[in-house]
């Protein structure tokens, strides 16, 4: 199905991505324990909620492609740089590279020098990149390119990148269903997601596995997929793809699989919620409660 995507509609199923990602991260931050605990799913506590790095670099990526229509690097470099809080729970390597450029290294050294050059295979290029996916929903092809430009300003590394292409491809989909009417069996959602990654990868790999698992129980999937307790995108993206797809209609019951899975959990939830409710939209039954949302703590005041 080819179609057209006014500018007003590419904001809103790209502001709706962004909530889903924030009250997923600011509720998976509730339920967070170190290590490999997981804390049991029962009411969320009184809000507010605060959201960390997930929602904050996902603020400025929503930020600059509704100034440019598309990702400018230069400008997400500098967005990243200056609204960067560390008290947000920004990752040791996310903090050298940000410190960086805010230092006035340009972003593709900086992000080239992390890990002794090898570059960041971290979960934070996928974290922040559903409300693109949702943006570009009605091209699987430029989600893709854009969410590599994206993911570069930050992460060197192959994983890194793909784990964001991934991601960005889902929510593409997601809110391209959403527009059709039409919910993607979710077989067909993560075989898609798959042929847009490099088949040499080891997230690749993992989507695969992913989509073997589909109906298996959550304890065999994370043993299989991991549950984001590494923070990289080989066991990051693919636990959380496996969940959007199996709940792309039940946002509630998304994260609460996330929940249950532990690790971390305010990611993965901020990566589910993205793709779950491009799909489901806000205040529906099957998306972002209400109440939820009134718990997240208010995003932030430059956002468009």
């Known amino acids: 199905m080819a179609f057209t995507l006014f500018p007003d509609t590419r904001l809103a199923l790209a502001r709706d991505a962004l909530t889903g990602l ?23 506590p009184t809000g507010p909620w605060p959201w960390s790095d997930d929602t904050e670099m996902a603020c400025s990526v929503l930020a600059v492609l509704a100034t440019a229509g598309e990702v400018d ?17 920004y990752g040791a390597g996310a903090v050298g590279i940000l410190e960086l450029i805010r230092g006035g290294t ?4 900086a992000a080239a020098s992390a890990f002794d050059g090898q570059g960041s295979c971290g979960n934070g290029a996928a974290m922040r990149v559903g409300p693109l996916g949702a943006w570009f929903a009605d091209s699987t092809r430029r989600a893709a390119d854009q969410a590599r430009a994206c993911a ?11 784990g964001a292409v991934a991601v960005a491809v889902a929510a593409a989909l997601a809110a391209r269903a959403r527009l059709a009417g039409d919910r993607p069996e979710p077989a067909r ?26 109906g298996r129980p959550l304890p065999r999937v994370v043993d299989a997929l991991g549950n984001g307790s590494r923070i990289t995108a ?21 994260l609460r699989a996330c929940v249950e899975a532990g690790g971390d959990v305010d990611t993965t939830a901020a990566i ?33």
């Not at 998976?28 to 009411?43: C, E, I, Q």
């Open 22 to 44: 924030s009250v997923g991260d600011a509720l998976g931050g509730t339920f967070f324990r170190p290590g490999d605990a997981v804390a049991p799913w029962g009411d969320p």
């Open 73 to 89: 690097r230069d400008a997400l470099a500098t967005s990243f740089a200056r609204r960067y809080d560390p008290a947000r729970r």
């Open 106 to 109: 340009p972003w593709p050294v």
């Open 152 to 162: 570069e300003v930050t992460h060197a590394h192959p994983e890194g990148i793909a």
């Open 189 to 214: 959602l993560l075989a898609a997601v798959t042929a847009a990654l490099d088949p040499a990868g080891e997230v690749h790999d993992g989507v695969r596995r992913a989509a073997a698992l589909l």
């Open 234 to 254: 080989q066991d990051t993206v693919p636990f959380t793809l496996w969940v959007a797809a199996s709940h792309l209609d039940d946002y509630p019951a998304a």
């Open 272 to 304: 589910v919620g993205a793709v779950v409710a491009a799909y489901s939209g806000v205040g529906t039954p099957a998306g972002v409660p209400s109440g939820w949302l009134g718990a997240r703590e208010p995003l932030p005041t430059w956002l468009p």
